[in-house]
């Protein structure tokens, strides 16, 4: 069965049973973190997927250290059933659609602003109210920093990108003058 099946009908699941419990603001948060340490920490994913070596034990001590030290009930009782069905490799996919969920259910829109260096928080409260006047959502915006934007900006809004970056214009000028070289020779 395809991995994004699976993991769409696990993050069904734990939103319904989030939703039930009254907890589907907590167990976002958890996923959130649970997703940036599976990103962001080399090796985790293999650890976390790797049922042969490393006992259900130690991977559930990994997912505490990940969140902090604690885990909300919700998410405890959902990460032994995803160790008992043996899909601890699905679990980033598990949580990206969790968000996809909470998001849709709460009306936010995800977005992503990257610059050449960090976003003031007006700027970042002018583009909300702009994405809301636009969408009638709430926007999240996660903004990262990009030094090699040189400058201006991406703004990266569900199936809508607008790149605005000087790298970017750059790059178009570089483009079209190999193409313009290619028609002298």
């Known amino acids: 069965m395809d991995l994004g099946i699976i993991a769409s009908r696990y993050a069904d699941a734990l939103f ?3 939703a039930e419990q009254g907890a589907t603001e907590t167990v ?3 996923a959130v973190r649970l997703r940036a340490a599976l990103d962001s920490v080399p090796g985790l994913r293999d650890v976390m997927d790797d049922g042969v070596m490393v006992g259900s034990e130690e991977r559930s001590a990994l997912v505490r250290t990940a969140l902090g030290g604690e885990t909300s009930p ?11 069905q043996r899909r601890m490799d699905c679990l980033r996919l598990i ?5 996809r969920l909470y ?8 977005a992503r602003l990257v610059t050449a260096r960090e976003a003031s928080p007006a700027l970042l409260a002018s583009l909300k109210e702009l994405v809301r006047r636009r969408t009638g959502k709430e926007a999240e915006i996660r903004a990262e920093v990009d030094p090699a934007l040189i400058g201006g900006f991406i703004f ?3 199936d809508e990108m607008l790149d605005a970056s000087v790298a970017s214009e750059l790059e178009k000028i570089r483009r079209a003058l190999i193409e313009k070289n290619k028609r002298i020779v």
């Open 16 to 18: 319904r049973y989030a």
């Open 28 to 30: 976002y948060g958890e």
């Open 74 to 84: 919700v998410m405890e009782r959902f990460l032994r059933l995803v160790e008992m």
């Open 95 to 99: 949580f990206q659609d969790y968000e």
């Open 103 to 110: 998001y849709r259910a709460k009306g936010i829109v995800p």
């Open 156 to 158: 990266d809004l569900g």
